[in-house]
């Protein structure tokens, strides 16, 4: 798949896992009318940005070559970001939080390689390469910026999330795919926006998950920087907006200090941001996120962190003390003075340290599950994992003896020892036994019939996160998609406007051309008598060159706006935006 966009090995390191979601970028399928949107949008933002975004923007558009005037070709992208360590891939529209967060840990630029339609120029709910290629990629070009969002994406996607975030996830997908959709009938979005907010009012406590995709929100996608007197803009979703850009420098949107309660507000896809965060600086908002991920499982482990991934019912790691990792869908744990004594996964299973999967202790030799007691052992103050190999003699654990092992909280493990696996600090992670029973009360957790038993050794929970220690360890290209980006339909009307888009863009760049500059005028004005922005291009042309047939282009888009005043600023818009270049030349 990669080598139809790969031009950076940056590339290179990302596991098969991730490569699943993405999709070659088909430059030709862009149309004349899309590269006028882009370019519409690009002219309107670079000339009010200029006055309100952070100067990261305007250098990283030029650092990352990102051009104003056609879409960016991803092979294009990737040879300038491999410059300043980046890359950038194409998907379709949405893909899970947990992988766009992983992606950007491995310096990764997501890029939603679709593009908006004409009607929903000044915003659209579905991510599009606007947004992406124009609003991302030009900031990851300041260096303190570029590590937070790597930072971001590396603790992100150990975020463990509920079983709720899923859901919520498919619908926010199905929403922006039928909302920037051409002809989705209005009950069928209303149905689709019913059940979002159902789903926002009835997620419970919000996960991990749902509590960083939310700091993701307020910084790197609507994120403000500076004083909240004086906010420049960063955020991604506000540079690719020209609508929402000047919206929110208006005081009809609240500004607020960004902190960690940010982690805890919510935010509506489908609507103008009520209120926005502002960061003194970049450096400020990694300074938050270690705030964030000081309360994460991912670093306090213990009860709370199982818990945890039994809730999400989602692949998930467990690290001990002893720096064993246990990787699979935890069920069950058993807790004791509110501390976890004994935990169970359910199905496939992996062990491993450091992130490296253990020999021999992979999904095929605990494709059953795995459980394991942890702690101290009772009346012994030293823990197992700190004996000396004089104190395991000591205390008969040691190869080929019968052993009873009784934990504080009441677990029993009882067998005959067959080995110890250590680490290469030297302390053991591992004790296997035979003839083993393990039980708690009247409970039998393991019993010699079924095998062997494998004891992860460790006092405590220290970690605990989403996903695999070991990505190899398990089959985990099974992403399916429940809806795709559905494509503009073609028509006789929509093909023929196509090609007068292509007609000024081929006078523009100085090529043959199938209508001259007035033929494409007058067939638009007659036969598509609503479209705005091909009168505008053609304005920009002739201004200077011909000002009889410029005024009566103007007179043409008066009418427009006259019959659509929805867009009648978007028109005024572009006058402005060329009378003014007219008059800097």
């Not at 967060?101 to 630029?109: G, I, P, R, S, T």
């Not at 494409?520 to 004005?525: N, P, R, S, T, Y």
């Amino acid at each position: 798949m990669l080598e139809e966009i790969q031009s950076n090995e940056i590339l290179d390191r990302l596991p098969d896992h991730l490569q699943q979601f993405i999709k070659p970028q088909d430059y030709d399928e862009y149309t004349a009318i899309n590269q006028a949107v882009w370019r519409y949008v690009m002219r309107k933002n670079v000339d009010y940005l200029s006055k309100v975004a952070h100067n990261s923007y305007l250098e990283g558009l030029r650092q990352t070559g990102i051009s104003i005037d056609s879409i960016p070709n991803m092979y294009g992208m990737n040879r300038i970001l491999k410059e300043i360590g980046w890359a950038a891939v194409a998907v379709d529209g949405f893909i899970p939080p947990a992988a766009f967060m992983e992606f950007q840990a491995y310096n990764v630029l997501v890029i939603a390689s679709d593009i908006r339609q004409l009607d929903h120029i000044e915003y659209t709910p579905a991510p599009d390469i606007i947004h992406e290629g124009a609003g991302h990629a030009p900031i990851i070009a300041n260096p303190e910026y570029a590590e937070y969002l790597r930072r971001f994406g590396e603790i992100g996607c150990k975020a463990i999330s509920s079983a709720k975030d899923y859901e919520m996830y498919e619908a926010i997908r199905h929403l922006s795919i039928i909302k920037e959709a051409e002809d989705t009938p209005e009950d069928v979005i209303r149905e689709a926006e019913e059940k979002v907010d159902f789903l926002q009012n009835n997620m419970g406590k919000p996960s991990e998950m749902a509590q960083i995709r939310n700091l993701h929100w307020w910084t790197v996608e609507y994120g403000l920087i500076g004083t909240v007197e004086e906010p420049k803009i960063y955020g991604a979703g506000l540079l690719s907006s020209i609508g929402e850009s000047a919206w929110c420098m208006t005081d009809k949107v609240k500004k607020r200090p960004y902190n960690l309660e940010a982690a805890n507000q919510e935010f509506d896809i489908t609507k103008p941001q009520p209120q926005l965060y502002v960061t003194p600086d970049f450096s400020y908002l990694s300074q938050v996120l270690e705030e964030f991920a000081n309360t994460m499982s991912l670093r306090k482990g213990g009860l709370s962190g199982l818990e945890k991934l039994i809730n999400s019912k989602n692949l998930g790691t467990i690290e001990l003390s002893t720096g064993i990792q246990i990787s699979g869908n935890f069920t069950k744990v058993i807790s004791y003075q509110d501390r976890p004594i004994y935990f169970q996964t359910t199905g496939k299973t992996a062990l491993s340290n450091r992130d490296k999967e253990l020999v021999g202790h992979g999904v095929i030799n605990h494709p059953n599950g795995f459980g394991s007691p942890i702690g101290k052992l009772k009346g012994i103050n030293l823990a197992i994992e700190d004996m000396s190999p004089r104190d395991l003699r000591a205390y008969d654990i040691y190869e080929g003896e019968n052993i009873t092992f009784e934990f504080e909280g009441g677990i029993f493990v009882t067998g005959d020892i067959i080995t110890g696996t250590r680490n290469l600090q030297g302390k053991i992670i591992l004790i296997s036994l035979k003839n083993c029973t393990v039980t708690y009360k009247d409970e039998i957790l393991f019993q010699p019939e079924w095998g062997n038993y494998d004891m992860a050794i460790g006092k405590e929970v220290i970690s605990a996160f989403a996903g695999p220690a070991d990505p190899l360890s398990f089959d985990l290209i099974t992403h399916k998609v429940s809806s795709t980006t559905i494509k503009s339909k073609s028509s006789e009307e929509k093909i023929e406007l196509e090609s007068l888009y292509q007609a000024v863009k081929n006078n523009r760049n100085g090529e043959n051309t199938k209508f001259s500059l007035e033929a494409a005028f007058e067939i638009a004005k007659k036969h598509h008598p609503k479209d705005w922005l091909l009168s505008v291009e053609i304005y920009e042309l002739v201004l200077d060159r011909d000002p009889k047939f410029a005024a009566k282009v103007k007179e043409h888009l008066h009418e427009v706006k006259a019959q659509r005043k929805d867009i009648a600023h978007l028109i005024d818009g572009g006058i402005e935006l060329v009378e003014a270049n007219l008059m800097v030349k």
